[in-house]
């Protein structure tokens, strides 16, 4: 006989992932804050394909344009310096892993007051992430809490020469545009006072790693050793290539259950193109691959990405 009893599940459906929804968007703090106090910002989310993806922005009362405080990245917290008094909006977007929508759900936390305080340079953000290729222009924005009117300096120091160099003198703008030309890993500072004042600077604050390379990661392909599916116990070995970007490049990999519904990074940053997965007799089912490319030396979460599309490992 073939078998003396049997017993099946019966028809089942497999739906695809929900929509994001941001179900909640808080901070830490009560209203109002300190200017200078940090406030954290916590976002929680249902749906979409992890790990989710989040942006934070403000919208500063001086000009009511929105800015990116803290980009794209896999936390759902960020930290914001509250800069001067005034009241502010912040937002933050979510979109899923390898999404390159601008966001999927988006929510605005509204009012934020903050009061006075000691002058300082809470504030200090580029327009750009690093690296970028030289020739490009990279906006900075210093915002100062303290009395004004206020005035500002900036200055750049490059680690290649060990020298700083003023790049814009004192005056009361508080932008600065820098269009880097030479390859190399820069900081860039601002310098406050108010206006009158024969001091070199009242407060100061530094951004480093500001990074010029030959140019960005421009495309990225994965390709795979075996036809797909294969059956369990046989090795599947990814090869991630890019171009662009200056070398050596780091590449980071993620293996998707669809079953549990969970990303798990199998292999972290590191020069080695390559990964190669040996799915144990237990692990049938439907997968996908991904892989972060980014150059040595970023801490952006990823700067390119390629994905293998769902395969299937079956018993």
Known sequence: MLYEATAATGPFTV????PVSITSFTKNVKSPVAAGTTVTWTAAVTGGVGPLQYEFWVQSPLDSVWRVFRPYGTSATAAW???HQGTFNVGVRVRSAGSAVASEASQTFSNVQVSTAAPSIPVF???RLFPVPPGTTVTWTAEAGGTGPLEYAFWTFRAGTGQWTQAQAYSPVQTFAWTPTILDTYTVQVRVRPIGSTAAYVAYRNVTGAVVSSGAIQSVGLSVSQRLPVTVTTPIRWTATAAGGTAPLHFQYWLYEVNSGVWTMVQDY?????YTWTPSPALFGQY????????AGSTAAYEA???SGYFTVTP
């Open 305 to 307: 990405y390629a994905a």
């Open 125 to 127: 953000t580029a327009d």
């Open 270 to 274: 590191s020069p080695t193109p390559t």
């Open 81 to 83: 310096v509250a800069p």
């Open 15 to 18: 739906t695809a992932a929900p």
């Open 288 to 295: 996908a691959l991904q892989v972060w490319i980014r150059q």
